[in-house]
């Protein structure tokens, strides 16, 4: 059974960067659609991207284009998410969750497999 773990947050300074890592275990990534989505205190999970099975089709946000880029890599089951030009409304826990496909409404109910979430904070 597919368990994702993601990895790479920490503190970061407005204007930094910060590589996200969501990494398979128990099973490959296989053709699943991974999206990712943060939650900030007292806000809804928030879907920010998605990258399809054959990374042929790649999903953002309005909030983060263009500063944001997300990668995978199948042979490593590994997804990446690239963040640049961080400001302090990006400040909130990160998720990667698995999915059959992309959709451009990233609705957290059609993700079926989770990570624990990094957390991400974006101060001076």
């Known amino acids: 059974q597919l368990q994702l773990v993601e990895s790479g947050g920490g503190l970061v300074q407005p204007g930094g960067s910060l590589k996200l890592s969501c990494v398979a275990t128990?099973?490959?990534?296989?053709?699943?659609?991974i999206g990712w989505f943060r939650q900030a205190p007292g806000k809804e999970r928030e879907g920010i991207s998605c990258?399809?099975?054959?990374?042929?089709?790649?999903y953002y946000a309005d909030s983060v284009k263009g500063r944001f880029a997300t990668s995978r890599d199948n042979a490593r089951n590994t997804v990446s998410l690239q963040m640049n030009s961080l400001k302090p409304e990006d400040t909130a826990v990160y998720y990667c969750?698995?999915?059959?496909?992309?959709?451009?409404?990233?609705?957290?109910?059609?993700?079926?497999?989770w990570g624990q979430g990094t957390q991400v904070t974006v101060s001076s």
């Open positions: 128990r099973s490959t990534l296989g053709s699943n659609a």
């Open positions: 990258v399809s099975g054959t990374s042929d089709w790649t």
């Open positions: 969750a698995a999915t059959l496909r992309c959709i451009r409404n990233m609705a957290p109910k059609d993700y079926n497999r």
